[in-house]
């Protein structure tokens, strides 16, 4: 799979935005972005995908630049319960789910 | 609903002593299955996958070997165990076949190898 590279940390305040930003500047055309997220001691929970439009869901937006050598993960209101590492990884649609996990960004949210 | 059950959640084993991480999945059949190891502050190394019974795809050399005996049953092993095999061990599985698969987790189980 591509890499990709993302900020070791960032500190968000309690009901601010957030944008966590990931590069994959190596992506090809078949390859998903995926953002998984993980609490302390828990196993990663998936978050949000894209291909190359824009994307919304209850957790998150996914907003994909023009050219897909970048995203970023919106988090239109942080919480408590936000603080978590976040990793975003690209899948390839014809891989059996092999994706590379880097060490994310650790994200803190302060009261 | 689909679940994932991975135990134990914590383990402590002497150097030389042997290993059996069990995962199951439930509400699903015929998943993809996989084992990742994640060092502390640190992503997560595939270990191994699965796409069936009995067979087993190795991402890294290494003390380890999994099994899956049944469609819904993983299991990492060891024979003899090594300091550098501590560690937070994942089970995940996914659904065969999607053009874009989502991981799901288990819960972990922290093995620390004294």
């Known amino acids: 799979d591509a890499k990709t590279t993302q900020p070791n940390s960032m500190e968000s305040n309690e009901e601010e935005p957030v944008h966590l930003p990931c590069n994959h500047s190596t992506i090809s055309g078949t390859d998903y972005i995926h953002w998984y997220r993980q609490l302390p001691s828990q196993g990663p929970e998936y978050v949000i995908h894209?291909?190359?439009s824009n994307v919304n869901n209850r957790m998150a937006s996914l907003a994909i630049a023009e050219d897909r050598k970048s995203s970023t993960l919106i988090l239109h209101r942080a919480t408590l319960r936000d603080a978590a590492v976040y990793y975003c990884?690209?899948?390839?649609?014809?891989?059996?789910?092999?994706?590379?996990f880097g060490d994310g960004t650790t994200l803190t949210v302060k009261p | 609903s689909q679940t994932i059950h991975q135990w134990p959640a914590t383990l402590v084993q002497p150097v030389g002593s042997p290993l059996s991480l069990e995962c199951t999945v439930e509400g699903t059949s015929n998943p993809n299955l996989y084992w990742y190891r994640q060092a502390a502050g640190r992503g997560l190394q595939l270990l191994f996958y699965?796409?069936?019974?009995?067979?087993i795809s190795s991402e890294v050399p290494q003390n380890l070997s999994a099994s899956r005996p049944q469609d819904r049953q993983f299991i990492l092993s060891s024979k003899k165990l090594l300091l550098s095999d501590s560690g937070f061990y994942l089970c995940?599985?996914?659904?065969?076949?999607?053009?874009?698969?989502?991981?799901?987790f288990g819960s972990g189980t922290q093995l620390s190898v004294l």
């Open positions: 699965s796409v069936g019974i009995g067979q």
């Open positions: 990884i690209l899948k390839r649609d014809t891989n059996a789910g092999k994706s590379t």
């Open positions: 995940a599985w996914s659904v065969k076949g999607q053009s874009n698969e989502k991981l799901f």
């Open positions: 894209g291909l190359t």
